[in-house]
């Protein structure tokens, strides 16, 4: 017995060392992906309208709403003497590189599960996008819309962000749930080395961070956050609700400068924003031959999930999972009812509904990599069980990979 512990821990270190080095190697891989298609882009890209604008920003002929995203390209452009394409590249790869390792950090935490599947899981997630059935109709991407946006450097900025936000946003309320003495009865996130002032910290910094870098996600969360900051009523105490409260109020004031900025008279954008669900549904129907289709086409997967392990998932006692649906929901309710005055067309309400996309496919993947591990579990109950089992896991599966191989097939078209 003596002599086999060593081997077996030399073993385990060995497996360990090899999921590290797959873990770099595949994010290596990412970064490169994500830099060539904004570097080098293969299909029509939104970078060289932004360098443009960097461009006019650095000669002091015109400034942004939201800088940050300009602020970061124009410092990596000066500090290593790069042409601005490359500058703008790095940035995305590293703003993507970040959001992956930020989706790594709350599966391992939370999934149960090995190293790599963590991994692979939030890869698979920073690269989904939706069904997709060639000559059915659908362009693989304009019109359909999505959560990775390959073409757009602002929404990618924003991303790492508005993760960031949205996660530390559920943890908070599950800290509140615990106070109350409500861990027997809700499905909480690990919160272990995360104390409430952090969190409530790092969700200001992110929250207002994101809406530097674009308002898209802040203006659609602060409604989705103060939903659920009513469904959660009993749970919230004056600290908490006074961080919510002045972190609505800041992200409101920067939300009106940026409007007062965006929509100015004569702009690109005059007119500002037109509250018609006609209008918009019919600027929506322009972009693609079936509103219905495309809407469907983002939610086979997760609502696959929902459907067939609700029982598990507990959603309405699971915070990071219902704030996912209701930001969602809320975004769909101002995609479906907001345009903009002038060049409608551009669907620039979208990129809300975009990142509420993504967060819905973060909590999905979430439960159904608790799901797997669950497996186990669920074969102690006999097989005919097991076999139940493993078909709603089979099925779920094969909906993930309707969504996650459209993702690949994007990102790829642009490198």
């Known amino acids: 017995m003596s002599a086999a512990c060593p081997i077996g821990v030399k073993n385990m270190a060995s497996k360990r060392s090899a999921q590290v080095f797959l873990i770099l190697l595949l994010s290596v891989v990412f970064f490169l992906s994500v830099f060539s298609a904004f570097a080098y882009p293969d299909q029509p890209s939104d970078t060289g309208a932004h360098i443009r604008k960097l461009e006019g920003i650095m000669e002091g002929k015109t400034a942004s709403a939201y800088p940050l995203m300009y602020f970061s390209a124009g410092l990596i452009h000066r500090a290593f003497d790069l042409p601005l394409e490359i500058a703008f590249g790095i940035l995305m790869g590293l703003c993507s590189v970040l959001t992956l390792f930020v989706l790594y950090w709350l599966f391992i935490r939370n999934a149960g599960c090995p190293m790599i599947v963590a991994f692979l899981a939030a890869l698979c997630v920073s690269v989904i996008l939706h069904v997709y059935i060639p000559g059915g109709g659908m362009e693989l991407y304009y019109g359909q819309g999505g959560g990775n946006a390959w073409h757009n450097p602002s929404t990618t900025a924003m991303k790492p962000f508005a993760v960031v936000s949205f996660i530390a946003f559920a943890m908070l309320l599950d800290k509140s749930a615990r106070k109350k003495g409500e861990e027997g009865r809700m499905r909480l996130l690990n919160d272990e080395g995360c104390p409430e002032n952090m969190l409530i910290a790092v969700f200001f910094a992110a929250t207002v961070l994101g809406i530097l870098a674009k308002p898209s996600f802040a203006f659609g969360f602060v409604i989705a956050g103060a939903v659920m900051m009513l469904i959660r009523i009993r749970h919230i105490d004056r600290k908490l609700f006074a961080a919510m409260l002045f972190t609505a109020v800041v992200l409101c004031c920067l939300l009106l400068w940026q409007s007062s900025a965006l929509f100015a008279e004569g702009g690109k954008h005059s007119g500002g924003l037109i509250f018609s669900p006609a209008r918009a549904f019919y600027f929506i129907s322009l972009s ?128």
């Not at 999930?305 to 996912?324: G, H, S, V």
């Not at 002038?342 to 496919?361: C, D, E, K, S, V």
């Open 288 to 415: 693609t031959r079936s509103v219905p289709i495309s809407v469907v086409s983002h939610l086979l997967y997760p609502a696959a999930m929902l459907a067939l392990f609700c029982k598990d998932i507990r959603p309405l006692k699971n915070n990071l999972y219902l704030t996912a649906w209701v930001f969602y929901i809320v975004s769909m309710l101002i995609f479906f009812s907001v345009s903009e005055a002038t060049n409608p067309h551009y669907m620039n309400i979208g990129w809300t509904r975009g990142i509420a996309i993504f967060t819905l496919q973060t909590a999905t993947t979430l439960e159904f990599v608790r799901s797997i591990g669950r497996r186990k579990e669920r074969s102690e109950s006999g097989p005919k069980q097991k076999r139940r089992y493993d078909i709603r896991l089979g099925a779920v599966f094969v909906c993930f990979l309707l969504q996650v191989v459209p993702g690949v097939v994007w990102l790829y078209s642009f490198i």
